[in-house]
Nanobody
Framework: QVQFVESGGGLVQPGGSLRLSCAAS????????MGWYRQAPGKQRELVAR???????MYADSVRDRFTISRDNAKITVYLQMNSLKAEDTAVYYC?????????WGQGTQVTVSS
C-alpha cells in the first residue's frame, strides 16, 4: 500500500521560508518522478514542483525561482524548500507521483502565509 506523509508546514510571515518533507512508502521510490501539489481553499489541486527520477526539476510559473524541490532516495523522502513566501502560497501541500498522481493522498501539511 502506497503512503505519503507530509510535514513541515506552519504559519509564516510574507517573505519567510519553510521546508516541507514527504516520506513515501510502498513504492520503488527511486524509479518515479515525484511532485508537490497544493490546494488552496475553493481552488483545484495544482502541481507546483516536480522532480524526475534522475533529479531534474520543473516548476509552475507561480513558484519558479522561489521554491526548490529535491529528493533523497536513500531516505525515501522528497523535500520542498519554499523561500520568499507570499500570501497566495497559502494552501495545503501534498506530495504524490507526478505528473500523474495516484489516488492515494496523504493528509497534507498546511502552509499559511500571513502577517
Amino acid at each position: 500500500q502506497v503512503q505519503f506523509v507530509e510535514s513541515g508546514g506552519g504559519l509564516v510571515q510574507p517573505g519567510g521560508s519553510l521546508r516541507l518533507s514527504c516520506a513515501a512508502s510502498g513504492i520503488i521510490f527511486k524509479s518515479y518522478d515525484m511532485g508537490w501539489y497544493r490546494q488552496a481553499p475553493g481552488k483545484q489541486r495544482e502541481l507546483v514542483a516536480r522532480i524526475t527520477a534522475n533529479g531534474s526539476s520543473m516548476y509552475a510559473d507561480s513558484v519558479r525561482d522561489r521554491f526548490t524541490i529535491s529528493r533523497d532516495n536513500a531516505k525515501i523522502t522528497v523535500y520542498l524548500q519554499m523561500n520568499s513566501l507570499k500570501a497566495e502560497d497559502t494552501a495545503v501541500y501534498y506530495c504524490n507521483l507526478a505528473p500523474q498522481p495516484i489516488s492515494s493522498w496523504g493528509q497534507g501539511t498546511q502552509v499559511t502565509v500571513s502577517s
